[in-house]
């Protein structure tokens, strides 16, 4: 007999989710990224609904460009004799390891509806220049 064999049904009671759920607080959840490369630059769009740019931070170490969040929110309700106060903790961590194409110094960031988007510039000699033709004289 198997000693280490879980069946499935109680994998589902037991992982983060629903023990997240049972005890009332949000489940911690990493948003979705998009990577996005043209001609210039890459691109990374994060994802993060209901969040404001200041609950953000973007670290740069060495090559690694790591966007955090942490947000913790506190909920009081009073009536009569009864007291509810629930607590809410969310956060996440994204890291990338960055191309040595990438303009370093020149990298910056803007928020705007729920998305924060990253802005990677590449270095001038790594820019592709388009097609061009070259006249015979």
């Not at 997240?20 to 949000?26: D, I, N, S």
């Not at 004799?81 to 194409?101: G, V």
Request: charged fraction near 30%; glycine fraction near 4%.
């Amino acid at each position: 007999m198997n000693r280490n064999y879980v069946p499935a049904y109680l994998d589902d009671i037991f992982n983060d989710q629903s023990l997240a759920g049972f005890f009332g607080t949000k489940s911690i959840s990493t948003p979705a990224v998009n990577v996005v490369e043209d001609n210039s630059e890459f691109r990374l769009e994060v994802a993060a609904p209901g969040l404001t740019k200041k609950d953000f931070k973007i670290d740069l170490v060495d090559d690694i460009l790591t966007i955090s969040s942490e947000k913790s929110v506190e909920k009081d309700e009073s009536e009569n004799k009864f007291m509810q106060r629930e607590f809410s903790y969310n956060s996440f961590k994204r890291s990338f390891q960055l191309p040595d194409s990438v303009e370093q110094d020149e990298i910056s960031a803007s928020h705007a509806e729920g998305i924060i988007t990253v802005h990677l510039p590449k270095k001038e000699a790594e820019i592709k220049k388009g097609p061009k033709t070259i006249e015979i004289a």
